[in-house]
């Protein structure tokens, strides 16, 4: 009897510690917002990703590049027969305004003997300063003005791209994460029940040859030893090479890649606690998901088409008028009563297509392309609502479960404990004692299951709603 209450003690304490060697002296708990830290900082999709952005800012750029000043300077020269037929220059700065109107101010010299009349300047050249204004097509909005507000959509776009990017990017390694973490505390309790399992076969061995046990309750120990040994180092592996995953996502300043270090562990947090409520994850998605924000920022191309469209079926009326300047322009006499009506030259354009096909198709193509994004929209709007209600819904009920499954692995113990207590006094066998034990150790395991569930299933629902673990 002496024998049996030693083999109990011995046999309690190593189900009561033996998980301690999860704490290591030399470990260092690896948490999931150290890992986040670690792959925002130097993953190269995440760089990758943040290249969108200085990639939306080049489009506004090119955008911007219609409304450069710009300097232009002709030449025209021709000589036949020792005779100058004629010599022109032109030079000029354009300016382009916003609202669709181009200043001009430069100086032209025309010689020659044969020069067109209409050119002929007087001899020291001829300064001009002119304005074309839009009366009709371009007035409100023309060509440039559109590419402009098309490419602020457009980098906004790409914003929203960058951060649909870097949560699809921590979604997957928040799933690479917790693997690792339900590999590494699955193998924790693969571990325990392998040193009970070994302890106990070591133990019958002696009790058998001193007549405490009859020899059938040796080889069940074995069976259960060798049982556990199998499952331990499947669970080895799987731990391996879950770390080996894991590492995919790791990498220095340097951008070379790192293996996960031997001495991090998983920090056994989960965070239980609901991260935001459902009401507010879900106004949260309406404006704030990256994919709805695509499509607003897509609508709002699509309504500077339309507008564009609009604007089309207008006629062309530009209003052009030069004035000018045969002396220094800051000795001109520019507000004498005269000068300005006697100093000018002025023109009209007009065009007006007859039939406006092109136009008209545009504009139809506009209001068709607005519709087909409102239709996406709204679908795409109600797929992640219930996505949100659906994952949200499993994070409830999982939360319900652990809880359920850390009070039946407390029960689990007390019959364990109890069927320990009827082996020690004769009443019980070591089969008994293994059926119990490993249900304990598989309602243990079940539990670390659950709680990777709930971990991914969490991270699942940060992402439906287009946020990420960061926030």
């Known amino acids: 009897m002496l024998r049996k209450t030693s083999f109990l003690i011995v046999f309690i304490q190593i189900l009561t510690f033996s998980c301690l060697f999860a704490q290591k002296k030399d470990s260092v708990v690896f948490g999931i917002q150290d890992f986040y830290s670690q792959i925002i900082q130097f993953h190269p999709i995440i760089k990758q990703a943040n290249l969108l952005s200085e990639l939306g800012k080049q489009e506004i750029r090119l955008a911007r590049g219609n409304f450069d000043p710009k300097i232009e300077s002709s030449f025209l020269n021709k000589q036949f027969k020792n005779k100058e037929y004629y010599n022109q220059w032109n030079s000029q700065l354009k300016i382009p305004v916003w609202f669709g109107t181009d200043l001009k101010f430069g100086f032209e010299r025309n010689t020659g003997e044969f020069l067109d009349p209409s050119l002929a300047v007087p001899a020291e050249g001829l300064a001009y300063a002119n304005l074309t204004v839009p009366l009709g097509q371009g007035m409100l909005i023309d060509q440039r003005r559109a590419m402009l507000r098309e490419a602020q959509a457009t980098n906004g776009m790409l914003e929203a791209e960058k951060i649909k990017n870097i949560n699809k990017m921590l979604l997957q390694a928040a799933k690479d994460y917790w693997n690792w973490y339900h590999e590494y505390f699955s193998f924790l309790i693969t571990q325990k029940g392998y040193d009970l399992a070994k302890f106990r076969f070591e133990s019958s061995i002696e009790q058998v040859k001193q007549g405490d046990l ?151 193509q506009a209001k068709i392309y607005d519709l087909e994004n409102t239709f996406e929209t709204q679908n795409r709007a109600r797929e992640i609502e219930n996505e949100i209600k659906a994952h949200y819904n499993e994070l409830q009920n999982l939360e319900r479960q652990i809880a359920l499954q850390e009070e039946q692995i407390r029960n689990y113990q007390i019959l364990v404990n109890g069927e320990q207590q009827k082996f020690m006094n004769g009443e019980s066998t070591i089969f008994y004692v293994n059926i119990r034990e490993s249900k304990m150790l598989e309602a243990e395991q079940k539990l670390v299951s659950l709680r990777y569930k709930y971990a991914k299933t969490q991270a699942e629902l940060l992402w439906a709603a287009g946020k990420n673990g960061l926030e």
């Open 214 to 364: 009859a020899g059938i309750d040796s080889v069940e120990a074995k069976i259960m030893f060798q049982q556990r040994e199998i499952e331990r180092r499947q669970a080895k592996i799987d731990l391996i090479n879950a770390s080996f995953i894991l590492s995919n996502h790791l990498w220095n300043k340097d951008q070379a890649p790192l293996d996960l270090d031997s001495t991090l562990i998983p920090s056994e947090k989960i965070g239980l606690e609901k991260v935001i409520s459902l009401p507010d994850l879900l106004d949260f998605a309406k404006t704030n998901h990256p994919e709805i924000q695509k499509l607003q920022f897509k609508k709002q191309q699509i309504e500077i088409k339309r507008r564009l469209g609009v604007e089309m079926l207008k006629p062309v009326i530009n209003l052009n008028y030069s004035l000018l300047s045969a002396t220094p322009l800051f000795k001109t006499p520019y507000f004498e009563s005269n000068y300005l009506s006697n100093n000018y030259k002025f023109s009209l354009d007009f065009s007006f297509p007859l039939f406006l096909r092109k136009e008209r198709a545009k504009l139809q």
